[in-house]
């Protein structure tokens, strides 16, 4: 097993202190009723932070749009019952000697296992939830607009509830990535095109609202990743160069973190310029943009997480390829997702190399908040 020192040097950037490099990932719980994080919401994270995680993001939490989630209970961003839940949640974190901050979204069209609906028809770039496939509403320019001022009331909530950072979910194939993904954005305005640089202006729009609601000092953290939920090959940047294209107007419109997700961190991402043991998504995206970047994928478990929501089970597994990317500064943050569902204690452990006691992910754990 290699030294994991690297993982516990503490992260410093404008207002947001670590004590070390580990973040709890963002995953979706479905657990707050009515869309309100109450007290078991506020345990299940401050478990987290009195296990030592460095960061924690919540699960995605929704904007005020009418059909901004695709699931009954998860919880909103807005509102003075589900604020006073979540300042509530904050408190707690920081009572444990925890940092953290919200993820903020919106669903777009995306669709549910178990086909909930929500109240009002859903929303997307062009009516599509993935390439020919039809669903919902093409947004109108109200709509756009009014979904760009619901991200930006989000932030200065976030930081008005004593959250110390938040971030913008981008990836996956909800609404932000929808206007990313050439097969789900087909429109023919300033918000569409044919390239991705262009694509991306809705997501530039956001976080430029979302820095100016938060002023110049607090911390923005955007998710973005290749694949979607619709499609795990899909892939919005083939080369370096469109990867610059997109991400780095992100970065200069106030994105300071990017959290490049991808399901196997140990995985290079243009292998054909750097080989099979080469830069990874985080990695790449901190190279050419210059922001400190975050990385994910399946840290500590045997399979990705995908497999977690057909009821695979995942052991745990080493963490020498992660300590050598991170000793090479490859990237500045590690995301640890299901290893923490099941293991509220992963990262004291690991810190205190007693990696025995560290336990297997079960799916079962996704059943309720421990």
Known sequence: MSNTDILFQPFALKTLKLANRIVMAPMTRNKAPAGIPGAANAAYYSKRAEGGVGLILSEGTVVDRPASRNLPDIPFFHGDAAMAGWKSVADAVHAAGGKMGPQIWHTGSTRTPDSWEPDAPVESPSGLVAPNDPRGNTMSDADIADTIAAFAKAALDAKNAGFDTFEIHGAHGYLIDQFFWSGTNLRTDRFGGKTIKERSTFAREVVKAMREAVGQDFPIILRVSQWKQQDFAARLATTPDEMTDWLAPLVDAGVDIIHASQRRFWEPEFPELDGEKGLNFAGWAKKLTGAATISVGSVGLS?????????????????????????????????????LITDPQWVNKVKNGAFDSLKDFSPEALSELI
């Open 303 to 339: 399979s990705d997480f995908i497999g977690a929501f057909s009821g695979e089970k995942s052991e745990k597994a080493g963490l020498d390829a992660l300590t050598e990317r991170m000793e090479k500064g490859e990237f500045d943050l590690i995301a640890v997702g299901r290893a």
